[in-house]
């Protein structure tokens, strides 16, 4: 099996380096547009909160993604996240 070279990277900053600043679209904005607090978003993007099954449903819908796209981001985070404080104890 391959080995993993890199970190994963946080589907918070995928959302802004990827689908946000590409669009020129606000955080706030996409709130809106998908109908969910602003908050949420914002704390999505600063990696301080996971991408849920019903976010993922949304960005999916926004941004013509497959919700797999999403929850494998937060998955491979989360794994990796377990992985480092697992090695650390």
């Given amino acids: 099996m391959a080995r993993r070279t890199h970190s994963p990277i946080h589907p918070g900053e995928v959302l ?3 689908f946000l600043e590409p669009l020129d679209l606000t955080r706030y904005r996409l709130a809106k547009e998908i109908n969910v607090p602003p908050r949420r ?3 999505i993007v600063h990696g301080t909160r996971a991408v849920s099954a019903d976010t993922a449903l949304r960005l999916a ?3 013509k993604t ?13 794994l990796h996240q377990a992985m480092k404080k697992s090695s650390a104890a």
């Fill in 41 to 43: 978003i914002n704390e």
């Fill in 16 to 18: 802004e380096k990827e």
């Fill in 66 to 78: 497959t919700p797999q796209f999403w929850m494998h981001l937060q998955a491979d985070w989360d």
């Fill in 61 to 63: 819908r926004r941004f």
